[in-house]
Every structure is written in C-alpha cells, then in structure tokens.
C-alpha cells in the first residue's frame, strides 16, 4: 500500500525551465492538494482538487498550473521556474466525508531553481 | 485571510516531561483541528484530530480545544526523544466548502536525554 507516492524526490532547474511535479494516490480519494513548504513559513497552498475534474486555486497560485489527470493523480507544472519557487512541494490527498479529512502527504519534491 | 499562530519555539524539555504546544486561530467558522508531527526532512504525518471542546486523549498525546478562545493544544507526556520533531497545527475550513486545511508554521521540539 503505497499512499501517496511523488516524482521526483529531487531537482535542479535553471531559471526559466519548465518541469512537472507528478502525484499518484491509491488509496481512492476525492481530493487532492499541492502545498509549498518553506523555512518558518509553514505549508501553504498552491492548488487544489476537490474531487475529480475539478481544480482550484489556493493561498499561492502563482507560477503554477494544474491538471487532475483522473481520480488517482494530480501533477503540478512549472511553466518558467524562478528562484522564489524553490521549496519543498508536497501533495496530498484525503477522503470526503463529515469533518475528519486529515491529510495524507507524499515524501515530497525538493526543488532548487538557480 | 485565515491565519493560524503557533508558538514559535523552539522548545526543550527534557525526557519524561510534559511538552505544551499551542496553536491560535482567526477563522471563527472552523470545525476541524488536527496536529501533525514532521521530523526533519521527512513529510508531515497526522497524530491527532479534535472537533469538539475539551480534550481528546490518544496514548500520551492529549489534544485540547477551546473554540470560544480558538485555541487548540497539544500536550505530549513522558516525553521521548523520539518525540524530537517539529509539530504543526492545521485548521479545517467551513463544512460545506472545499477541505482545505491551513497549517501554522510550525514549533520545533526537541526532547532532552
């Protein structure tokens, strides 16, 4: 049982490089979430899908596009990376239903942008 | 703009004490509070969930909530070294919307042998 499995674990991109984080869940879940995790910052938002076919925007959009490929898998595209995008990327993903939705998390993407 | 404050730490407590954390929220409306432990380079895992006033117990994790002062805690007794993470607070949004949840930055602690 693998929950929610991310690729890459790490990455250097140069400045105006595209790249797209993947995020694959089996555990059937509705939503998915990208979250950005910088030093005393704490997670935040980038983009969400509440279930599938579905996005929407969250805290950070900016400089980030998404696309909920089906039920399963939730990547997020860097179109031209910049230095402030480097961080630690987490996607997430829980179940629908009544008040407890804790999250669970991918091992996450380590991306440095130079 | 919902904000959750943490206290911001870090903290040292030496083995078999009793570690506080403390978390603040703005957003009145909320009904769902979780705490999250994060070692060091490793993703965030869930420990403990609350939705209604007063405590909620689960081994020597007690998570307490106080929605009139929207204060949520966590205390963690005989604490281990292996308790030595950093601990985040995350507050659900509004039944009916999309389940998005904003985390506090985060407290750091580190359990002294």
């Known amino acids: 049982n693998a929950g929610v499995t991310q690729t890459p674990k790490f990455q250097v991109l140069k400045t105006g490089q595209s790249m797209t984080l993947q995020c694959a869940q089996d555990?059937?879940?509705?939503?998915m979430y990208w979250y950005r995790q910088d030093p005393g910052m704490g997670l935040r938002l980038i983009y969400y899908?509440?279930?599938?076919?579905?996005?929407d925007k969250g805290e950070v959009p900016n400089g980030y596009n998404v696309s909920r490929l089906n039920k399963r898998e939730f990547s997020l595209r860097l179109e031209s990376a910049a230095p402030s995008q480097t961080s630690v990327y987490f996607c997430?993903?829980?179940?629908?239903?009544?008040?407890?939705?804790?999250?669970?998390f991918g091992s996450g993407t380590r991306l440095t942008v130079v | 703009q919902k904000e959750v404050e943490q206290n911001s730490g870090p903290l040292s407590v030496p083995e078999g004490a009793i570690a506080s954390l403390n978390c603040t929220y703005s957003?009145?409306?909320?009904?769902?509070f979780f705490w999250y432990r994060q070692y060091s380079g490793k993703s965030p895992e869930l420990i403990m969930s609350?939705?209604?006033?007063g405590d909620k117990e689960d081994g020597r994790f007690t998570a307490q909530l106080n929605k009139a002062s929207q204060y949520v805690s966590l205390l963690i007794r005989d604490s281990q070294p292996s308790d030595s993470a950093t601990y985040l607070c995350?507050?659900?949004?509004?039944?009916?919307?999309?389940?998005?949840?904003?985390f506090g930055s985060g407290t750091q602690l580190t359990v002294l042998p």
């Open positions: 997430a993903s829980s179940e629908k239903g009544g008040r407890d939705y804790g999250y669970t």
């Open positions: 555990m059937n879940h509705n939503s």
């Open positions: 899908s509440a279930s599938e076919g579905t996005t």
């Open positions: 957003d009145r409306v909320s009904q769902s």
């Open positions: 609350i939705y209604s006033n």
């Open positions: 995350a507050v659900g949004s509004p039944p009916g919307s999309a389940r998005q949840l904003t």
